[in-house]
Structures are given as C-alpha cells and as structure tokens.
C-alpha cells in the first residue's frame, strides 16, 4: 500500500514546490505519510521549481526531531540559490501525539489548514487544482526522473554534508596529492550521490588544484560547469584560472585576454594575485610586452609591487633568447627604482638570463643602457663594451698594446682601484665611468662570459649579493660556473670565491665543472674535481662517471673508467656507454666500437636511438674507409672490416630501448 501511494504522488512531488497529497482510494495512516516524507528528503526527491505557478501549501506533522532533519536538508540544498526562497514555520496542532506542527510553504503561498491529518478526501481542491501540471527547469535537467514512475531508485543512507564540508575535504586532499580523490569526491559523491548544490568556493577550490597539477583542460571544464549552473567567479576563480594557462604545455596570450574579457564582464576589478598570476601566464606566453603592460597596469591601479611581480617580469626576459639579457637589465633597473629588494631567486634569475639569452642589436643597447649622452660621445671614440671579437677593449687599460684580452691577463692588469662596471646599476651611477672614457658603447656580445662581464663579472655579482644581504646558493654557485669563461683560470678563480664567501655546493656543481673540462679533452683535470668533491665528503654518481666518459679519447681511457665505474659500486648504464661510443665514433676507432658493443651485450645493455644513430653513421664511414682502401692491411682498414661483420651481427641480437 505505501509503495504505491509513493509511486502515484512521488512525480508529483517532484515538480512542485509544495507537499501536496490526493486522498488515494484506500486509507492511509499518518505514520505512513510521515515515513513516506521522510524518505523523500533522504533520498533527496524533493525537487524545486515554479514557485510563483503554485502559490498553496499543505501541512503535514512531523516530530521535532523529523522538523531538525527537514530543516537541515532544505538549507542544506534549496536555501543557497538566490532565486528560491523557502521557508518552514510552526503552527498550532490539534493532534495531541505531537508537539508541533510544521508548515512548508513558498514565500508567496497561502496557508491553508484542512482538518484532521488522519483523515483524507476533505480537500475543497477542484481536479486541476490538485494535480496542477507545470514543467520544472529541474525536471528537464535531470533525465532520470523521466522514469521515475517504472524505476525504483536507490536510496541513500548514509550521511548527508553541505557545501563547507566538501570544501575542506577537497581542499585536504589537494594538499596531500591526491588530486583524482579530490575531483571524484566531488563530481561522485557530492553531485551525484548526495546531489548537493555545489558553490563557487567549490569549483575554485577544484580549479586551483587541477591548476597546480597543470590539468588545463580539466581547469576550464569546470569553470565551464561553474558557468553553466549560473554560479558567479569571483576573482579567486580568475587567479585560478590564469595559473592554468600558465602551466599548460601551450599558453597563448589569445586565451589570456578571453579571460580577462570575461573577468570584465563581470564587474571585477583584479586586485595583486590576480596581476601576478595575469603577468605570470604572459611570461609563460613568452609575451613579454603584454606582461610590462600588465605590470603599469598594475602600478596605476594602486596595487602593490612586490618582489613577485619582478619575478614573474624576469620570467618573461628567460623566454626570449635575441634580446632577454638586454630586457632584463632594464626589468631589474626598474626593480631599484621602485625599491623592491631583490632576493637569491632574481639574482639566479639574472645569471640564467647571462647563460642563455642574448643582447640584441649593439646599437639600440647603446641608446637604451647608456642613454644619448653616451650615444654622441661614441661618435668620438672607439672604446666598445665588448668588441665584434669576442674581446673586450679594455677601457681601464686603453693604453695596453698586447693583443690578449684584459680577462685573460691575469688579476694584476685591473688595478686595484677600478672597478668593473655594472649595467645593472642606472644611467646616473653609470655617468662616472662614462665621463672617464670607460664606458661609451657596447659592442657585439657573444658569450656568456661576455655577458656576465658586462654586469660586474662573477666577483661584482657576489659582492652585489651581499651588500644588499642575499646569500648566494648552490644554484647560484652553479650558474656562475656555466657563464664564466672556459678556462682552468677563471674556473679556479670561482673556486676560491666559493670557498672565500662559504657558498654551498653540490655534487652538481662538481659535474658540471667536470664536463666543462672534459669537454674540451682535459681528462685530466676533470679527475681532479673528482678527488676535489671526495674530500669535499660527496660521493661521485653515475651523472659524474658520463661526464668523465666525454673526456675518454682513447680505448684504454674508456675501458679504465669502466673498471672504476664497478670499483665504485655503480652499475654502468647506457648514457655511459653512450658517451664512451660517441668518442669512438668520433676517432674512428672501430676496434674501440667492437670491444664497447661487446660490452654491452655481456651486460645486457639495451641501446637507444642516439646510439644507434652513432653507430649508423659509423657504419657508413668504415664502408667509405674500405673503398678507400680495398686491398690495404693496415690496422685501420682490418678494424673497420671486423666493425662492419659484426656490427649487423649485434645489431640483430639486441633490442633498441625505448
């Protein structure tokens, strides 16, 4: 009997935003329809819609207990949304079994009591009136109600949560990694199975996580969902956003813009997390015009400067590689004139700038770095900071007749009352030195170490740290070492600087060293870094043995290295065997070649794809050496006859690895 007085009134109920009930044919008590309530709020049927299409409303008695639960339920899922407005209030109850007697009405109903709750058929409703027929936007949203008549669905017994709980367990789970928890506790558990109105803080929430993970595309899925349910973005949201696209594998300053098209359209003024995260999208977008637009943006909106901004600045100069270095003189200039004190990450910053990026057009340099004044004096005079070469004209020495550059003259040819000067200081400090002759226009820049002259060199740099309090760290440590010049010198020059001002190191530092040296043939000296970093209490790796490998010329070198690699402990890998190939390809040593490829098969050494490439093209030239030399018995030609039989030998016994 209850299940079908359920099944008749539940579509019903559904489409209404009233409890409303027709007798049925048989007699139904109140604990019945009591029950029957109950049961809709849990399993959350009671749907919302069309509350000026209905303006009656019905009683029903429940319990106190039963009023708490359909309280928390109706706030929980209907009072959020601004265009419902509901509300339940108490009444006088004629049954003395129960305590109160509730009402649940729309804002523009009439209440209207009828008699005795156990007693059913005394509705002076007409036929229409009772079974009014209206279409609910919820109904057609959900299309599992459309069989709701024929379908019994399952109920839910669990506890129910509102919005602020899955707030924080999603926000927890962010925290702990656990990201596809987190958006399967959402999308699951809260929208399907408890079926709760989500909030804007919950998909700013979700899309500040996706965002971190880099998930771009899941990013503006929700806030395509957030659109979609009317929901507003608040500029937590936009921040959110604006950090996805810059994490993504391609940002375009294209979607930046729709973004903050669509920020404006919402009224929202972007306040200083939302310019940064705006300039460090740009940045990623390799835009760097439209993150200097930003940053004045920025500044005439009364937002605060701060040293992130510059950062995120300096992040725009590293992605352009034909005039960075000269963008990120002008950004850090621009760092001092607002006061903001740079820190260890800007400075690394600036020495990844020196490595990597070059300075532009010498010309337009001059006009911007030294201004007019030194562009009319260069008509005047030769003195160039560098030179087309490669060199610099020393412009401390302008008498120095000998062809060597000054930084390879040792220490003694800079007297010790002059200083090198600094681009990085502004036009007013850079007017002394101008005034001397020192400093009138700047040449062709080629080299980092060029570069890094120009901005004080490796002792100015270190000595600029700490006189404004930064420590210089490893990372610092290691990028002065790949923007010095490539000689022993300046290489033990950084190292008593690092040892004089105790900057820390790590056995990265030490493989780099070691590969500059190796490098360019000195094996030597890249085995003594290695005793260096021994007594330094680090311990060589596998990256420290590939870098040796590079230096290894000779078979006995290559094979000696190998026995040290075991020695060690270490189990050789295939970069190593890679390096130690790439030598032997090199001086065409095909004996070399065969004992290497040997090797690696005993080991069960699998090549990969720069190996085969090597060993292709080493194959071709033993061909070519052999039609040089048919009928020659010479030790090269009977080498490149064994390389070649048993080159296809071994080429079909291994498997290229992946």
């Given at each position: 009997?209850?299940s079908?007085?359920?099944?008749?009134c539940?579509?019903?109920?559904r489409?209404?935003t009233?409890i409303?009930y027709?007798?049925?044919?048989?007699?139904t008590t109140t604990t019945?329809i009591?029950?029957?309530?109950?049961?809709l709020?849990?399993?959350?049927?009671l749907y919302?819609?069309?509350?000026?299409?209905?303006?009656?409303?019905?009683?029903?008695?429940?319990t106190?207990q039963q009023?708490s639960?359909?309280n928390?339920r109706l706030?929980?899922?209907?009072f959020?949304q601004?265009?419902?407005n509901?509300?339940v209030?108490?009444g006088?109850?004629n049954n003395?079994?129960?305590?109160?007697?509730y009402v649940?009405?729309?804002?523009?109903?009439?209440v209207t009591e009828?008699?005795?709750?156990?007693?059913?058929?005394?509705?002076?409703l007409?036929e229409?009136?009772?079974?009014?027929?209206f279409?609910s936007?919820?109904?057609?949203?959900?299309?599992k109600w459309?069989?709701?008549?024929d379908?019994?669905?399952e109920v839910?017994?669990?506890?129910?949560h509102?919005q602020y709980w899955?707030?924080?367990q999603?926000?927890?789970?962010a925290?702990a990694g656990k990201?596809?928890e987190a958006?399967?506790l959402f999308?699951?558990?809260?929208l399907?199975?408890?079926?709760?109105q989500?909030m804007?803080h919950n998909?700013?929430?979700l899309?500040g996580a996706?965002?971190r993970?880099?998930?771009?595309?899941?990013?503006f899925?929700?806030?395509k969902?957030?659109?979609?349910?009317g929901?507003v973005?608040?500029l937590?949201?936009?921040?959110?956003?604006?950090?996805?696209?810059?994490r993504?594998?391609?940002?375009?300053?294209?979607?930046i813009?729709?973004l903050?098209?669509?920020?404006?359209?919402?009224?929202l003024?972007?306040?200083?997390?939302?310019?940064?995260?705006i300039?460090?999208?740009?940045?990623?977008?390799?835009?760097?015009v439209?993150?200097?637009?930003?940053?004045?943006q920025?500044?005439h909106n009364?937002?605060?400067?701060?040293?992130?901004?510059?950062?995120?600045?300096?992040?725009?100069c590293?992605?352009d590689?034909?005039?960075g270095?000269l963008?990120i003189?002008q950004?850090w200039?621009l760092l001092s004139?607002?006061?903001?004190t740079a820190?260890?990450?800007?400075?690394?910053?600036?020495l990844?700038?020196v490595?990597d990026?070059?300075?532009?057009?010498?010309?337009?340099?001059?006009?911007?770095?030294?201004?007019e004044?030194a562009?009319?004096?260069?008509?005047?005079?030769?003195?160039t900071l560098?030179s087309t070469?490669?060199d610099?004209?020393s412009p401390i020495?302008?008498s120095?007749s000998?062809?060597?550059?000054?930084?390879?003259?040792?220490?003694?040819s800079v007297?010790s009352n002059?200083?090198?000067p600094?681009l990085?200081?502004?036009?007013?400090?850079?007017?002394?030195?101008t005034?001397q002759?020192?400093?009138?226009?700047i040449g062709e820049?080629?080299?980092?170490?060029e570069?890094?002259a120009?901005?004080?060199?490796s002792?100015?740099v270190i000595?600029?740290m700490?006189?404004?309090?930064v420590?210089?760290d490893?990372?610092t440590?290691?990028?002065?070492?790949?923007?010095?010049?490539r000689?022993?010198?300046?290489?033990?020059?950084?190292m008593?600087?690092?040892?004089?001002?105790?900057i820390?190191?790590?056995i990265?530092f030490y493989?780099s060293?070691?590969?500059?040296?190796?490098?360019r043939?000195?094996?030597?000296l890249?085995k003594i870094v290695v005793?260096i970093?021994?007594?330094?209490?680090?311990?060589p790796?596998?990256r420290?043995f590939?870098n040796?490998?590079?230096?290894c010329r000779?078979?006995e070198?290559?094979?000696?290295?190998?026995?040290d690699?075991?020695?060690v402990?270490?189990?050789?890998n295939v970069?190593v065997?890679?390096?130690?190939?790439?030598?032997?390809?090199?001086?065409?040593d095909?004996?070399y070649l065969?004992e290497?490829?040997?090797r690696?098969?005993?080991?069960?050494?699998n090549?990969?794809?720069?190996?085969?490439?090597?060993?292709e093209?080493?194959?071709q030239s033993?061909?070519q050496?052999l039609?040089?030399?048919q009928?020659?018995?010479?030790?090269?030609a009977?080498?490149?006859r064994?390389f070649?039989?048993?080159?296809?030998q071994w080429?079909?016994?291994v498997?290229?690895a992946?």
């Amino acid at each position: 009997m209850y299940s079908l007085w359920r099944k008749r009134c539940l579509c019903f109920i559904r489409s209404s935003t009233t409890i409303l009930y027709k007798q049925p044919s048989y007699t139904t008590t109140t604990t019945v329809i009591k029950q029957w309530f109950i049961d809709l709020i849990n399993t959350n049927r009671l749907y919302t819609g069309c509350i000026h299409k209905h303006n009656t409303a019905r009683l029903i008695h429940i319990t106190t207990q039963q009023y708490s639960i359909l309280n928390t339920r109706l706030r929980d899922r209907y009072f959020t949304q601004p265009c419902r407005n509901y509300c339940v209030t108490t009444g006088v109850c004629n049954n003395n079994n129960l305590d109160t007697q509730y009402v649940l009405h729309s804002s523009a109903g009439q209440v209207t009591e009828f008699g005795d709750p156990d007693q059913f058929g005394n509705l002076a409703l007409t036929e229409e009136e009772q079974w009014p027929v209206f279409e609910s936007k919820s109904v057609k949203e959900d299309k599992k109600w459309d069989e709701c008549d024929d379908v019994e669905t399952e109920v839910y017994t669990g506890v129910y949560h509102n919005q602020y709980w899955f707030h924080k367990q999603v926000k927890n789970l962010a925290k702990a990694g656990k990201l596809e928890e987190a958006i399967s506790l959402f999308e699951n558990q809260m929208l399907v199975v408890e079926r709760v109105q989500p909030m804007e803080h919950n998909y700013t929430v979700l899309i500040g996580a996706c965002a971190r993970a880099g998930h771009t595309h899941k990013c503006f899925q929700l806030f395509k969902q957030m659109r979609k349910r009317g929901l507003v973005p608040t500029l937590s949201t936009f921040t959110a956003m604006f950090n996805a696209v810059a994490r993504s594998h391609d940002p375009t300053s294209d979607r930046i813009r729709q973004l903050i098209e669509q920020m404006g359209t919402f009224h929202l003024t972007p306040n200083t997390p939302v310019y940064h995260a705006i300039i460090k999208a740009y940045a990623y977008a390799d835009d760097l015009v439209s993150a200097l637009q930003t940053f004045h943006q920025a500044k005439h909106n009364h937002c605060q400067i701060s040293p992130v901004t510059f950062s995120h600045l300096m992040m725009a100069c590293v992605s352009d590689k034909n005039t960075g270095f000269l963008n990120i003189i002008q950004v850090w200039r621009l760092l001092s004139t607002h006061g903001v004190t740079a820190n260890v990450y800007h400075y690394n910053l600036l020495l990844r700038v020196v490595r990597d990026c070059n300075l532009g057009d010498p010309i337009r340099a001059t006009q911007i770095l030294l201004g007019e004044e030194a562009t009319h004096m260069n008509q005047h005079s030769n003195n160039t900071l560098p030179s087309t070469t490669g060199d610099m004209a020393s412009p401390i020495h302008p008498s120095n007749s000998d062809d060597t550059p000054w930084w390879q003259c040792g220490e003694p040819s800079v007297p010790s009352n002059h200083h090198l000067p600094s681009l990085l200081d502004t036009p007013t400090h850079l007017a002394p030195h101008t005034s001397q002759g020192c400093l009138v226009s700047i040449g062709e820049v080629t080299y980092p170490h060029e570069r890094l002259a120009m901005i004080g060199g490796s002792d100015g740099v270190i000595k600029r740290m700490l006189s404004e309090g930064v420590d210089p760290d490893v990372r610092t440590a290691t990028l002065l070492l790949e923007c010095v010049e490539r000689t022993k010198r300046r290489e033990e020059q950084l190292m008593r600087l690092v040892r004089k001002h105790e900057i820390p190191t790590d056995i990265d530092f030490y493989n780099s060293l070691i590969r500059r040296r190796a490098m360019r043939g000195k094996l030597s000296l890249a085995k003594i870094v290695v005793d260096i970093l021994t007594e330094e209490g680090l311990c060589p790796n596998l990256r420290t043995f590939c870098n040796l490998a590079i230096g290894c010329r000779r078979e006995e070198e290559g094979l000696q290295l190998l026995r040290d690699i075991r020695s060690v402990g270490l189990q050789v890998n295939v970069n190593v065997y890679g390096a130690l190939i790439s030598r032997a390809c090199h001086s065409e040593d095909y004996h070399y070649l065969v004992e290497l490829l040997k090797r690696m098969q005993r080991c069960e050494i699998n090549p990969n794809h720069f190996i085969i490439e090597l060993l292709e093209t080493a194959y071709q030239s033993a061909q070519q050496c052999l039609k040089r030399n048919q009928h020659s018995t010479s030790k090269k030609a009977s080498a490149a006859r064994g390389f070649l039989g048993y080159y296809k030998q071994w080429l079909h016994s291994v498997s290229i690895a992946t």
